[in-house]
Nanobody
């Protein structure tokens, strides 16, 4: 089992920045990919960014050049630095850990970007 706890959400003006963090615990050694997803009101959950153990990253097109995903060497924290935020980034953000065909999710943290 893997437990994930997010922090760092909040309210920010357009053009501002926020940094989300996710603390992972439990069977961390089984995790192969860490990532962030988001779900805006009335929309499906979508991938934002992922990072593998080898450090390979992947971003959805709408956040490329604005968001940066990173993780610590112990593989128990994953961060999402979000810059140049716009109102379309408003959503609940969820930390995700993928481990041998199992997805684990955090409880989510809300990000609101005002125009």
């Amino acid at each position: 089992q893997v437990q994930l706890v997010e922090s760092g959400g909040g309210l920010v003006e357009a053009g501002g920045s926020l940094r989300l963090s996710c603390a992972a615990s439990g069977s961390i050694f089984r995790i192969t990919v860490l990532g962030w997803y988001r779900q805006a009101p009335g929309k499906q959950r979508e991938l934002v960014a992922t990072i593998t153990r080898g450090g390979n990253t992947n971003y959805t097109d709408s956040v490329k050049g604005r968001f940066t995903i990173s993780r610590d060497n112990d593989w128990n924290t994953v961060n999402l630095q979000m810059d140049s935020l716009n109102p379309e980034d408003t959503a609940d953000y969820y930390c995700n850990a993928y481990s041998y065909d199992t997805n684990y999710w955090g409880q989510g943290t809300q990000v609101t970007v005002s125009s």
